[in-house]
């Protein structure tokens, strides 16, 4: 049998990163490596996120906002593991959190991000309805003044970590203009309820949400966030994070490939040798190698605050894709050992169809480069 040889450094990759940053990966892939990755498959299978990993993600310091690069290689590592490890971090820091840095009040960040940043609070955020996805100014959920704060009504759906969550940052309507709640768990008039029977995510715990007469006081509306403009702005701190976290399923697939084909032996030599194989894994490290460049390109561009929204949409949409094709290619080279639990890359490439259309789907973002591109705006007449 012949060593799989450890893959080279895409691009001189690390070269570009500083020791800091390096430290940071290295101390997470680690935590994956020897904790998240023996939990996965069972976990996967059963539908459950191992909840009893969020005190060490803590001790890790990934459950607080950190620089962009750090946000991304975090990502990166959590998601070499499994999209739901760095969904359920994503949603925590990037969305919930997020609403709350740019839009909350000192005496609410003073409440909340601490106790988050400590993993004794996990947060959730709820903006897509049954009815109303990619188009969520279109929300009925609906704010209704009341005495000393508002009444909430409505319905959403798809909100990562709500049913474990101690607090959800919701969007509604008040007066026709959309803003942003904090709903702590068990407010009378709310409920939790976890969706069931997923064919991927299975290891992120995704809520639908009722509101029935839910009385939220004064002190808990965001006091910053006025507009659509408000939860479109914490996506994009989390698309972002979905940029580099695709990419680390897409590392994490080809290496499975390279290993298993210089190990599985057909016709008397090791399928590696196959011209087919090679074409497969030469196009595979390629992705790999463009999808991680892009990430920390970008992420560049965050610290220096020249990242625009429509690049994120760039990311997001060409490294979704670019993962996509790896996981799937990685599965052929795999064969028949590819659709078992003790493999990878069909659990990435279930998890990466579900990135394809949450937190805007593959044909918005297409159409959002469209519109920046021409001018012309093809979401309405």
């Not at 990037?94 to 940043?117: C, D, K, N, T, V």
């Not at 188009?135 to 508002?150: H, I, K």
């Not at 190990?263 to 991680?292: C, N, W």
């Amino acid at each position: 049998m012949t060593n799989a040889p450890v893959p080279p450094d895409y691009a001189r990759f690390d070269d570009l990163l500083s020791d800091e940053e390096r430290a940071v990966r290295d101390r997470v892939r680690s935590f994956v490596n020897e904790e998240a990755l023996p939990l996965v498959a069972d976990h996967y299978e059963r539908g459950a996120y191992p909840a009893h990993l969020t005190p060490r993600l803590a001790e890790l310091g990934v459950l607080h906002h950190s620089e962009p690069v750090v946000d991304g290689l975090i990502a990166h590592e959590l998601e070499r593991a499994d999209a739901g490890l760095r969904s359920f971090v994503s949603v925590h820091v990037h969305l919930a959190g997020s609403a709350i840095r740019f839009f909350g009040s000192e005496e609410q960040q003073g409440r909340y991000l601490p106790a988050m940043a400590r993993g004794e609070l996990i947060g959730a955020f709820s903006l897509t309805e049954p009815g109303h996805g990619s188009d969520p100014g279109a929300m009925e959920t609906v704010a209704r003044p009341a005495p000393g704060g508002y009444v909430l009504y409505g319905h959403k759906r798809w909100a990562t970590n709500a049913t474990i969550a101690g607090l959800v940052v919701v969007w509604a309507k008040l007066d026709g203009e959309v803003r942003g709640f904090l709903v702590d768990r068990g407010t009378p008039g709310f409920r939790a309820e976890q969706i069931e029977r997923k064919l991927s995510f299975r290891m992120s715990v995704s809520s639908e949400l009722f509101f029935e007469e839910c009385f939220i006081p004064e002190s808990q509306l965001l006091p910053g966030a006025k507009g659509l403009g408000a939860p479109l702005r914490c996506l994009s701190e989390a698309r972002y994070g979905i940029v580099w976290g695709v990419a680390g399923a897409a590392e994490a697939c080809f290496e499975e490939a390279l290993r298993y084909s210089l190990h599985r032996e057909q016709f008397g030599r090791p399928i590696g040798g196959f011209q087919l194989t090679q074409e497969k894994l030469a196009d595979m490290y390629a992705a790999v190698v463009q999808s991680k460049l892009l990430a920390l390109h970008l992420g560049r561009l965050k610290e220096r605050g020249q990242l625009h929204h429509t690049s994120v949409s760039l990311g997001k949409r060409t490294n979704v894709r670019h993962s996509l094709s790896v996981a799937r290619t990685a599965r052929t080279v795999l064969g028949a050992h590819g659709i078992t639990a003790d493999t990878v890359s069909l659990r990435h490439a279930a998890n990466l169809e579900t990135e394809m259309t949450y937190e805007g789907t593959d044909e918005v973002h297409a159409l959002a480069l469209g519109r920046h591109l021409t001018g012309l705006d093809a979401f309405r007449g």
